[in-house]
């Protein structure tokens, strides 16, 4: 088993729709999460971080965290044709010194 | 607003070549990584310094070695580059305590022959 699972898609979502997002990790001390887009051809860039269980929104994107199920998630409210790229899920333990284990991504595409 | 900055952006060698990437940070970061990615496989771990003066092996270290430069530099070295190792290389920093993340570099496409 992974240490991060992500769907690899592509996940195809007409415009102006929500855009669900999955990732699970093994983990259990996995304390923080981020999620990282990444357009094709370019570096991943950071667009969201969660540190505990619940909700937090930031614009069109909400990330979820459930510790007990080891499972994150990230919606993408009323999608555009920009967020068209892969979405990666990097779970942070402590002690790691920073390193990150990165999901394989998934890949959105949005439809006009 | 330089970030991290990767040279070069683009780079052709032929098998057994050496090579060295670089990498720059200006935001005072303690930690750096060396990263490659290939369709389907994501960011694996190469190697990692997790302060001035410490390095260490990722995930993939195998046909590599890095030094850390000072706090600001962290280069990674082909010394007979291979084929298999025709890959993208990102650079990332981050402050290194708790739960901060990591800052990527625009990446290194490099292609072996």
């Known amino acids: 088993q992974k240490e991060v699972e992500q769907n690899s898609g592509p996940l195809s979502v007409p415009e102006g729709a929500i855009a669900s997002l999955n990732c699970t990790y093994s983990?259990?001390?996995?304390?923080?999460f981020f999620w990282y887009r990444q357009y094709s051809g370019k570096s991943p860039e950071l667009i969201m971080s969660?540190?505990?269980?619940g909700d937090k929104e930031d614009g069109r994107f909400t990330a979820q965290l459930n510790k007990a199920s080891q499972y994150v998630s990230l919606l993408i409210r009323d999608s555009q044709p920009s967020d068209s790229a892969t979405y990666l899920c990097?779970?942070?333990?402590?002690?790691?010194?920073?390193?990150?284990?990165f999901g394989a991504g998934t890949q959105v595409v949005v439809t006009p | 607003n330089a970030g991290v900055t990767q040279t070069p952006k683009f780079q052709v060698l032929k098998t057994g070549q050496s090579m060295t990437l670089q990498c720059a940070q200006d935001?005072?970061?303690?930690?750096m990584y060396w990263y490659r990615q290939d369709p389907g496989m994501g960011l694996r771990l190469i190697y990692y310094?997790?302060?001035?003066?410490?390095?260490d092996k990722g995930e993939v270290p195998n046909g590599y070695n890095v030094s850390r430069l000072n706090k600001r530099e962290f280069s990674l070295r082909l010394e007979s580059a291979a084929p298999s190792q025709t890959s993208v290389y990102f650079c990332?920093?981050?402050?290194?305590?708790?739960?901060?993340?990591?800052?990527f570099g625009d990446g290194t496409r490099l292609s072996i022959l």
């Open positions: 935001m005072n970061h303690n930690s």
């Open positions: 990097a779970p942070w333990r402590r002690n790691s010194w920073g390193k990150l284990q």
């Open positions: 969660i540190y505990s269980n």
């Open positions: 310094s997790a302060s001035e003066g410490t390095t």
């Open positions: 983990d259990r001390v996995s304390q923080s």
């Open positions: 990332a920093s981050s402050e290194g305590g708790n739960n901060q993340p990591q800052h």
